[in-house]
């Protein structure tokens, strides 16, 4: 039974090859821009929040908040302001990414032993130095850790935007949900999990490579 299914959504996704590979590439699309423009934003708002600790609480405790919106909310909130489409879905999955990733980097970087940062000081080093070369390679793998968790979001998440018109591989769910169809179900969600797994495994890799550098 699980074969023949499998074996109908083969044969599904081959007949809407050029509709697949559209989707596929919106979906990638929408993931590596919400994290990239997530990424430029919130590690200097990161870095900027763990050297002024007296902002530091309402920065982090503004996008806390934001982690307790489901993803549709946000997507339905970008509605009245920016319409359908993938504009809308794309402000609302950077939004989604920011607090892990802006979190991880106010934590990396404020967790930075200041006896190290002392001594760094004390070889005649410059605050941008010091920044560069002794803060940043202690903070990094905490840093990644949040880009990890943003990305598995962002993918995850990502199939939402096509309730907005914003496309991507949700497409497939959604008439697979509404027709029923298990073919449509799995031609969509089984590319996500994959992208999701593939996210989890680079990020992870990368933060333990990390991790084994800083040692």
């Known amino acids: 039974m699980q074969s023949g299914i499998l074996h109908e959504s083969y044969l599904y996704l081959l007949a ?5 590979i559209d989707a596929l590439t919106i979906h990638v699309s929408l993931s590596v821009l919400a994290l990239l423009i997530a990424t430029v934003i919130c590690i200097p708002l990161g870095i ?14 503004l996008v806390s908040a934001l982690r307790v919106l489901p993803s549709l909310a946000i997507l339905v909130l970008m509605l009245p302001y920016l319409g359908l489409g993938f504009t809308p879905a794309l402000v609302a999955l950077t939004i989604l990414a920011c607090p892990p990733i802006l979190i991880n980097t106010y934590t990396g970087y404020r967790d930075v032993d ?27 793998p ?22 907005i018109g914003g496309g991507g591989l949700g497409e497939f769910i959604i008439n697979g949900l509404g027709l029923n169809d298990m073919r449509s179900l799995l031609v ?23 991790r084994l550098a800083a040692q």
């Not at 809407?16 to 697949?20: E, G, K």
């Not at 000081?121 to 130095?129: A, F, K, N, V």
């Open 142 to 163: 905490v840093v990644v850790a949040g880009l990890r968790t943003a990305a598995v979001e962002v993918v995850a998440s990502a199939t939402l935007a096509a309730f």
């Open 16 to 20: 809407r090859w050029d509709r697949f």
């Open 48 to 61: 900027w929040s763990a050297r002024t600790r007296r902002f530091s609480s309402w920065t982090i405790n």
């Open 188 to 210: 969509g969600a089984v590319p996500v999990a994959l992208l999701a797994l593939l996210a989890e495994g680079l990020f992870a890799l990368t933060e333990r490579a990390l």
């Open 114 to 140: 200041p006896a190290v940062v002392e001594a760094a000081y004390g070889m005649g080093m410059t605050p941008g130095q010091v920044l560069w070369w002794i803060e940043s390679p202690l903070a990094l």
